[in-house]
């Protein structure tokens, strides 16, 4: 027989076992959990969690030094990291008192790790820069904050987008380049890539980011639908990156790469990078997270990207976001490139482009 | 009023039970919770990510070459870690420190050998290609012989890791076997292959069944390898592919969740197959009183097999990845005349996130070691004193993990990360529990083992002079358990540090560790920094491996020099618990 001790020790063990044992079920369940928040928040395509975005707002002035207390920007670059480097240290020299830490990533991850950080509620970035407009577009002003510096607001510039919370930055003008220690009798044209002279020489750029999906979309326009079938024909090798593959190039590990920037190339490198009649141009735009713990210094290196100083390092070998009026001294003008526009696909439609690349480059 | 004799009865099982419950929680809820979302968001909206999986007309294409690395890499594996295990095991006492070469791929990351391999087999500018263009017949080429972007190359370079594994199993299999059935076999006429083929392999049966099918695990979820080599060819496999889906923009988190679905079935139904054939491996059992001791002496095929193996498999890898990090750009010539420490000095010292990557990598590595050690002890003494089916179940659970490739598990913790109501995106405890879910299994192997070797007189001793469950524990069996825990904290310790592919997809900015700031590198960096980093990478856990040794002893080495049967820190094949114990 059981004694009533027993059985109150008994109910009690009992009692705690099942409280573990039901909060341990819940956590495994996932109980209070959100499949449906979780996939819209990360494909990026709902827009944030709403809600007012706070914002330094008064004189610009008051804005800079509230910058200066805040001390450090976290910042999410997609540009080549030589020309990061190259930014951070002019940005240094202009405002001393404010540090920048940056994360390089190619775009599409850097886009994914922000989602996942808002989602997650983890630290994110203060200030991203990279080339996925429609990815900024579908967040908003409930994920983004409006931009408030003097050169992001100048009517002049023309930089600013319609909500104000997003600007262009940078262009980088896209080449073709090869290795000299590779190939003895370099193409003269960009159409020459398809070439079987340099079959199994030729490197592209994975067509996952948008904008390189968008060039290869206009590639085939302008060279004709034959191209990419003769591009494919070649036997290319693809890279994750820009940066990959300019080492690869620099390497020879391929001998030409259709997608180059100098800004990627190794120094001292045998490479050497030609353009096309019409080159196309990678659209940087720059986007403060509501989220930023440091929005005044995320504001002031957003507008400070703007400024001539800046734009003198950004288009170095490439073309001034600023236009002609600026004074930025650059290779390319904006009259001269053709910006790859990225907002007029949707996500169905992106899909399908790279479904059907993906016929042609039979991977 | 004090509880009668039958109570006192029930309450000690309801101690036991409610133990063993508690520990299956914890265990289960750190295997079950990725495996939990893999399947909640494969399966969410009607299965919308596993129907759009099966509907995609390549994913037939990505199962046959998953499969087929696999099988390809296993068999490789299987030959050679048998062939080196057999080498090994005939060589004479003085140079049987060779047979601890084909370890080498198991102590070294493995990120930064299939990096060095890149540099070593790249068609057109690989170092070992361009040498072999140079000889006469093959100076035709433009590129190759050897191709490491491609199918056979991936087989290649996993093949090679794999075979560590195969020989790890073999060679402590033919450590235990009884010398006197080859000296029978040699009486009686047979040479040492026929003596091979017809006594020794048939009693090697249950260390190829498990060393073939945890390679066959390992090479289903095989990523570094696939994911470095695979993209410029367009070589995918499910791993891959589940990856890709995470990262690109817009993520498809259920149609990744989808694509690990069948490697996660896979992984464990092969578990389950081990535990399930290798129940009756006492038949395969030899004993001797003359002890385990190499019956004949290998010749110098054997010596030099090893030694090419370790050539091959590490000092070659290693050897690119010095050579690149010193260059100014890798353009595949060697040309000491230029060779710069520029790089060494931008890695470790203008690049703040390498030192940050370290320092988390090593913190990590503790805080794992700091909860896996106590957790795996108390599951280790559950599975060991516990005569319940409750406790089988706990020791099942806490080796689920080895089911379940680690890119898996990290893909699960994502998944839990972004739709539970667990903050854990982005911060250093995501990555410490995909770590210990990693760990525990390796852990509890290494302390199960102590413990039977321990025996139960100390501790039945204690207990009959009254001490309690807790002093016990304090003044017996962790004093006694200390080299074994020492072994075990260092193990965890090194593959903690060397940790790669789950650790991609749980980290964060503020959370990157060796392996993924590698990874980052290799992506988008200059491939003088890459290597650097990954010398770096192979550096620091080589004094983890080092550390290891110094408190494990050579006892934590799971082949011996002198081949002396000793645990083996990566599971084995032991009997099940409660049959053992029965039996006794």
Do not use: K
Request: charged share 15%; with cysteine; proline share 7%.
């Amino acid at each position: 027989m059981t004694s009533l001790a027993f059985r109150r020790r008994l109910a009690r063990r009992t009692r705690w076992a099942a409280t573990f044992l039901l909060l341990a079920a819940a956590g495994t369940t996932g109980c209070g959990d959100d499949l449906d928040g979780a996939s819209s928040a990360a494909d990026g395509r709902a827009g944030g969690s709403g809600g007012d975005c706070a914002y330094p707002d008064g004189e610009w002035s008051e804005i800079e030094a509230r910058a200066s207390r805040e001390g450090v920007v976290r910042w999410y670059s997609t540009l080549a990291p030589a020309l990061n480097d190259r930014l951070v240290a002019a940005f240094a020299r202009a405002y001393p008192d404010i540090g920048v830490e940056v994360t390089r990533a190619t775009s599409p991850d850097l886009t994914r790790r922000i989602d996942a950080e808002a989602q997650g509620g983890a630290r994110s970035a203060d200030l991203a820069v990279h080339t996925d407009q429609a990815w900024q577009q579908a967040h908003g002003t409930t994920f983004f904050a409006p931009l408030v510096g003097p050169d992001v607001t100048d009517p002049d510039h023309d930089v600013l987008s319609a909500d104000r919370t997003s600007t262009l930055v940078a262009l980088a003008v896209i080449g073709y380049g090869w290795n000299t220690s590779v190939i003895d009798d370099p193409p003269s044209s960009f159409e020459d890539l398809a070439d079987p002279a340099y079959e199994g020489l030729v490197g592209l750029y994975d067509y996952e980011a948008p904008p390189v999906a968008a060039s290869f979309a206009i590639w085939s326009e302008q060279y004709g639908d034959d191209f990419l079938a003769a591009l494919a024909d070649q036997d290319p090798r693809f890279y994750a990156s820009g940066s990959a593959l300019a080492q690869a190039v620099a390497a020879g590990e391929v001998g030409i790469s259709a997608y180059i920037t100098p800004a990627l190339v190794p120094e001292g490198a045998p490479v050497e990078i030609a353009y096309p009649v019409e080159p196309l141009a990678n659209a940087y735009v720059a986007n403060v997270l509501c989220s930023a713990d440091d929005p005044a210094a995320a504001q002031v290196l957003a507008n400070w990207l703007l400024t001539p100083e800046a734009q003198e390092v950004a288009a170095q070998d490439a073309a001034s976001v600023l236009g002609p009026d600026a004074g930025v001294d650059a290779p390319f003008s904006l009259d001269d490139v053709r910006v790859t526009d990225v907002t007029s696909y949707r996500d169905s439609e992106l899909a399908a482009l790279r479904r059907s690349l993906d016929a042609t480059f039979a991977r | 009023m004090r509880p009668s004799l039958a109570d006192r009865a029930d309450l000690r099982r309801l101690r036991a039970h409610g133990g063993a419950a508690a520990a299956l929680v914890v265990t289960g809820g750190l295997c079950g919770l990725p495996v939990w979302y893999t399947f909640r968001f494969a399966l969410h909206r009607d299965a919308d990510g596993l129907r759009r999986m099966l509907g995609d007309p390549e994913v037939g294409e990505t199962v046959a070459t998953t499969v087929g690395l696999a099988a390809g890499s296993v068999a490789m594996a299987l030959v050679l870690g048998t062939v080196l295990a057999w080498s090994a095991h005939r060589l004479p006492r003085r140079q049987r420190a060779l047979g601890l070469l084909p370890l080498a791929p198991l102590l070294l990351p493995q990120l930064p050998l299939v990096i060095g391999y890149a540099f070593l087999f790249s068609p057109t500018v690989g170092y070992v290609n361009q040498a072999l263009r140079a000889l006469p017949g093959l100076g035709h080429l433009r590129e190759g012989p050897f191709d490491a972007y491609s199918v056979p190359g991936i087989v290649l370079v996993g093949g090679l890791y794999l075979t560590s594994f195969v020989y790890l199993f073999v060679a402590s299999s033919l450590a235990r076997l009884d010398p006197e059935l080859i000296d029978a076999a040699a009486a009686s006429g047979a040479g040492p292959t026929r003596a091979f083929v017809r006594v020794v392999l048939p009693l090697l049966r249950p260390a190829l069944l498990y060393g073939g099918t945890t390679a066959a695990l390992l090479g289903l979820g095989q990523f570094a390898a696939p994911l470095i080599y695979g993209r410029q060819a367009g070589i995918s496999v499910l791993t891959t592919e589940m990856y890709h889906r995470t990262s690109t923009s817009p993520p498809d988190l259920p149609l990744a969740a989808a694509q690990g679905l069948p490697v996660l079935v896979t992984g464990l139904a092969f578990l389950a197959f081990q535990r399930l054939v290798l129940r009756d491996g006492d038949r395969f059992v030899t004993a001797s009183a003359r002890g385990a001791r190499p019956a004949a002496t290998g010749g110098p095929l054997a010596r030099w097999g090893l030694a090419l193996y370790g050539v091959v498999a590490a000092a070659l890898p290693l050897a690119a990845l010095l050579v690149v990090a010193v260059s100014p750009v890798w353009t595949g010539d060697v040309d000491p005349g230029t060779w710069t420490l520029a790089h060494v000095r931008t890695v470790l010292f203008d690049r703040g996130d390498v030192v940050d990557a370290v320092g988390h990598s090593l913190a990590y590595a503790l805080a794992t070691t700091l909860v896996v050690l106590p957790l795996a002890y108390l599951l280790a003494v559950l599975v060991h004193r516990r005569r319940s089916r409750l406790a089988a179940a706990v020791d099942l659970v806490a080796h689920l993990p080895l089911g379940i490739p680690a890119v898996l598990l990290g893909t699960g913790f994502l998944l839990a990360s972004v739709a539970s109501p667990l903050p854990l995106y982005g911060t250093p405890v995501a990555l410490v529990l995909v770590y210990v879910t990693i760990m525990v299994p390796f852990a509890v192997r290494l302390q199960l083992a102590a413990l039977a070797a321990l025996g139960p007189e100390p501790t039945e001793a204690a207990a009959a002079c009254g001490a309690g469950p807790l002093r016990r524990a304090l003044t017996i069996e962790l004093p006694l358990l200390r080299p074994a825990l020492a072994g075990a904290a260092a193990l965890v310790v090194v593959l903690a540090t060397h940790e790669f592919s789950a650790s991609l997809l749980v980290r964060s900015r503020d959370t990157q560790v060796m392996g993924t700031v590698l990874h980052d590198l290799w992506s988008f960096g200059s491939y003088p920094e890459t290597a650097v980093m990954a010398l770096l990478m192979v550096a620091v856990t080589g004094l983890g491996v080092a550390a290891a040794l110094a408190l494990g002893g050579r006892g934590l080495l799971p082949v011996q020099p002198r081949f002396a049967p000793v645990p083996v820190p990566v599971p084995v094949p032991v009997p099940v618990p409660a049959r053992a114990r029965r039996r006794r």
